[in-house]
């Protein structure tokens, strides 16, 4: 770490127990990097490498706390996950019905990804019983969602009260129709992992479109997947071959990179080999809509998934509201969101967002209660948040991270276009998604 992002170290007179690190301000963004792989594309290769027939190599892994708990989940099931460098893996393949019972809990850490998904497969893996357990934020989140659908297919799932741990008996299953009580891609997800093994054909209603990639990949493995919009089929295959993936990086991962390279005047930055799969570039669009310059160019497809890159230089934003039908494109970035909006230029609102609440914190909160106290004009609304805008650097100052690695980055890109800096409390979060966030920005950042 050099000296703009500078570790504290914790422990000392004043017994803190967090480790702070220090974001000092920064004159602009300037630089070519890459982002680690897609996390959303990550774990859905490793879980569907575990149930495929034979090898499959998984190319540009984006390695984080989150997607190590998937590796750790299929090897405690059974399944040979070979390390051929930082981002290879070789999975060797278990089958679809190959998964056996561990002796005791599979721990998903934080990852809300792979408990859900994970959750569908075990549904399908008849009369074996699995326990999931998770960290203290994940422990907190509603798993009432997946265990409804489940249940309507024929598996025996058990909640704690509709929280962890999650307690599962794969028995045989049958295919339902499902309509989405909430916008939810790992929900959908978990509906369609479990018409693998279903009788029947599976299909799942989605009022709002969500991230597609299990669709995709799933067809990439093999299997007839039907979609039209707002309503996705599955029919379930003898078999799955998922061969080779390249993970494309994530655009979420990037997605603060390239807020701080448009906050800073004089910034260039380009993000080399991006996913811009067009269910995950809310952020993008609304960016540029706020009068952001980002280019998208080199567009290419790697294993069914939309790659470009991306060449973002500073501008001036204005404000914008974002409609519910917008949301889910940009859910993991309207923390981000929140501050380009507090320093554009007018009143910005966004709504329908009340999914924030369930996510590894209640976002609306930390969102809401961080940013204000480094200088910006934000409320919190039940179902998100309304910001006046003050086109000037934040004042800065001290915000937690509340354990929530998209929080953590948030404080570091509100420290960069602050006048003061800010002091993030629990800045490791980050590696839950991008272990090497605070060095990949200090090596871009011009002070
Ligand atoms: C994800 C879906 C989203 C997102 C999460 C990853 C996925 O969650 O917030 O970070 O990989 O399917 P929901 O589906 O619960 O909205």
Redesign the pocket.
Same mark, same amino acid.
């Given at each position: 770490m050099a000296d703009g992002a500078v570790g504290e170290g914790s422990p000392g007179a004043d017994l803190q127990v967090e480790s702070v690190t220090l974001v000092a301000p920064a004159v602009s963004l300037r630089g070519a990097v890459a982002v680690p792989g897609d /996390? $959303?594309i990550s774990?859905?290769a490793v879980l569907l490498g575990a149930i495929s027939d034979g090898e499959t190599v998984v190319r540009g892994f984006g390695r984080s706390a989150d997607t190590e708990s998937t590796v750790g989940a299929v090897r405690a099931l059974g399944v040979r996950v070979d390390e051929e460098g930082d981002d290879v893996l070789r999975i060797h393949g278990a089958g679809l019905r190959g998964l056996n019972s561990p002796e005791g809990p599979i721990d998903c850490g934080n990852a809300? %990804?792979l408990v859900?998904?994970l959750s569908g497969i075990l549904a399908g893996q008849t009369w074996r019983q699995f326990e999931l357990t998770g960290d203290e934020s994940l422990s907190t989140r509603p798993m009432g969602r997946i265990a409804d659908p489940l249940q309507q297919m024929g598996a025996g799932v058990e909640t704690a009260g509709g929280r962890l741990p999650i307690g599962i008996e794969g028995r045989p299953l049958r295919g339902i129709e499902y309509e989405l009580p909430?916008?939810?891609?790992?929900? /959908? $997800?978990c509906v369609l992992l479990a018409g693998l093994y279903a009788e029947g054909e599976t299909t799942v209603l989605e009022p709002v479109a %969500?991230?597609d990639? %299990?669709e995709r990949m799933l067809r990439a493995a093999g299997a007839r997947v039907d979609g039209a919009p707002g309503r996705v089929t599955i029919t379930p295959p003898e078999r799955l071959a998922l061969g080779e993936v390249e993970v494309p990086g994530d655009v $979420?991962s990037a997605a603060p990179l390239v807020l701080a390279a448009t906050l800073l005047p004089g910034s260039e930055l380009i993000v080399s080999g991006v996913g811009v799969n067009p269910t995950r570039t809310g952020f993008l669009d609304v960016l540029e809509r706020m009068g952001a310059r980002v280019a998208v160019f080199n567009r290419r497809t790697a294993a069914g998934e939309p790659v470009a890159d991306l060449e973002v230089t500073h501008a001036d934003l204005v404000a914008t509201e974002i409609e519910p039908g917008e949301v889910?494109r940009l859910?993991?970035e309207l923390p981000l969101w929140a501050l380009a909006a507090a320093m554009a230029r007018g009143t910005s609102t966004v709504r329908g967002a009340e999914?924030l609440r369930? /996510?590894e914190s209640d976002r609306i909160a930390t969102v809401t209660e961080g940013l204000r106290t480094l200088g910006a004009h934000i409320t919190a609304r039940p179902d998100g948040f309304r910001v006046r805008g003050v086109p000037a650097r934040l004042r800065g100052g001290r915000m937690g991270s509340a354990g929530d690695h998209r929080i953590a980055m948030l404080a570091a890109v509100a420290g960069l276009a602050s006048r003061d800096g800010v002091r993030i409390e629990g800045a490791d979060a980050v590696s839950v998604s991008f272990p090497g966030f605070f060095d990949l920005l200090d090596s871009l950042a011009q002070r």
């Open positions: /996390k $959303s774990h859905r809300g %990804t859900r998904l909430v916008a939810s891609a790992q929900v /959908k $997800s %969500t991230r990639h %299990t $979420s889910p859910v993991d999914e369930a /996510k």
